[in-house]
């Protein structure tokens, strides 16, 4: 089985590539939150998906293999619809995971998510409670370490963190052993608008320390290395296998371009001018060596 981070795993969706076929969906339930992140870019409101606006997404799109649900909003803030969604999911054998701030997990939702998701990933982004009031703007951060508890507790397949860095938490990093989490591995990311100089080189520098020093869990960093920067001088190819189901019941081409209005369905013509950093750079730079044969694909 290919890693869960390989853009290798591109390859394994050439058909459905041709054939225009989206085989990812990443579906925002709702674009309501219990959190008020200091660098969300959505514009909260009580916007939200109801069951049947989900699994209609997945008559439209029947190839699909993979669900992502996420926001947007915080997921559980639209619960019955989502739990009754990934309960769905698992049904049609459509391998689903969650991305969640961990807040509004409770019993019923850690007992599903367990049962039916490929993995959960609790987006925590501090090691204190201080930190995760100030960056999160909410003062449930003893509840999800508790819930990370729970959900390994219950069985969940894999679970992960989410760890956005900025200059507020750089420094906290060496210290998230010392919380004792039980997941599987820690996933270091910058913004989307990316990250300063100085940040990134202390990031750098930490994350290094970490993996020389043999600390756990697992931790991947790419992003923080590289920045994702976009290429934009390829076509965006991954677009024809992912579909964005937003909060606001518009679909979009691209999760980092989601609630921009070009980038909707139907009314984005291709263009990757404002793709200044792309989580998919690597996958379109696979194709882009794949269908202009430099990467030898007969000797593969």
């Known amino acids: ?133 100030k960056l999160h703007q909410s003062k449930d951060f003893e509840r999800v370490c508790d819930n990370i508890s729970k959900l390994r507790q219950a069985g969940i ?32 990311k910058p913004l989307i608008v990316g990250i300063d100089k100085k940040t990134r080189n202390l990031a750098m520098l930490v994350l290094e320390h970490w993996e020389k020093t043999g600390l756990e869990p697992t931790i991947r960093w790419d992003r923080i290395v590289e920045d994702d920067m976009g290429n934009t001088r390829i076509p965006c190819r991954i677009t024809k296998l992912i579909r964005v189901i937003g909060g606001d019941g518009k679909e979009y081409v691209c999760c980092e371009k989601a609630y921009e209005p070009e980038f909707e369905v139907g009314v984005w013509n291709g263009s990757t001018r404002k793709c200044l950093s792309c989580r998919y750079n690597g996958y379109n730079e696979l194709l882009e060596g794949y269908y202009k044969n430099t990467i030898s694909r007969e000797f593969l």
């Open 1 to 133: 089985m290919l890693k869960f981070y390989n853009q290798a795993k591109v390859f394994l969706y050439i058909q459905e590539l041709e054939q225009n076929g989206p085989v990812f969906l990443e579906v925002h339930p709702t674009l309501a939150c219990n959190h008020k992140c200091v660098w969300c870019r959505y514009g909260h409101d009580a916007s939200k998906l109801s069951y049947k606006d989900m699994a209609k997404s997945l008559a439209t799109y029947p190839h699909v293999k993979g669900v992502r649900i996420s926001g947007g909003g915080e997921p559980l803030s639209n619960k019955d619809a989502t739990l009754q969604f990934i309960t769905r999911c698992g049904e049609l054998g459509i391998a689903v995971g969650i991305e969640t701030n961990g807040g509004l997990l409770d019993d019923e939702s850690i007992r599903i998510i367990a049962n039916t998701c490929r993995y959960c990933r609790i987006s925590l982004d501090a090691v204190t409670a201080e930190t995760h009031e």
């Open 157 to 188: 397949p894999e679970l992960g963190l989410s760890y956005l860095i900025v200059p507020e938490n750089v420094r906290e990093i060496l210290e998230l052993p010392s919380l004792r989490l039980p997941v599987d591995y820690i996933h270091f």
